[in-house]
């Protein structure tokens, strides 16, 4: 059973930034593509960013690119998700996920990752 586990978040300003990791807890990581997702309160969960299994692909969602920087280290079984300039919409839940069927690119739907991360809380304040 994969385990993955998030860190990171916190409470900051907007302008700020923060950047989340999370640890996979099984050396297969580094064939999986990977997803960082997030959830504001009385939302649904949302697609932010994927990232292929060696690295080389990268997407993001059209209100983080410029922002937001997805990244991995297969040595140490993590996937990086740097926050900058942040804004209170970016207040949210944030979780990441591994997608092990689509691993040249990642999915943005929910329905292609297998297991996810218990969640990190980010609250941007105006």
């Known amino acids: 059973q994969v385990q993955l586990v998030e860190s990171g978040g916190g409470l900051v300003q907007a302008g700020d930034s923060l950047r989340l990791s999370c640890l996979c807890s099984?050396?297969?990581?580094?064939?999986?593509?990977m997803g960082w997702f997030r959830q504001a309160p009385g939302k649904q969960r949302d697609f932010v960013a994927a990232?292929?299994?060696?690295?080389?692909?990268?997407d993001y969602v059209d209100s983080v690119k410029g922002r937001f920087t997805i990244s991995r280290d297969n040595l140490k079984n993590t996937v990086y998700l740097q926050m900058n300039s942040l804004k209170p919409d970016d207040t949210a839940v944030y979780y990441c996920?591994?997608?092990?069927?689509?691993?040249?690119?990642?999915?943005?739907?929910?329905?292609?990752?297998?297991?996810w991360g218990q969640g990190t809380q980010v609250i941007v304040s105006s």
């Open positions: 990232i292929s299994w060696s690295g080389d692909n990268t």
């Open positions: 996920a591994s997608d092990s069927r689509t691993p040249e690119t990642g999915s943005r739907s929910i329905m292609g990752y297998d297991f």
């Open positions: 099984e050396p297969t990581f580094r064939s999986y593509a």
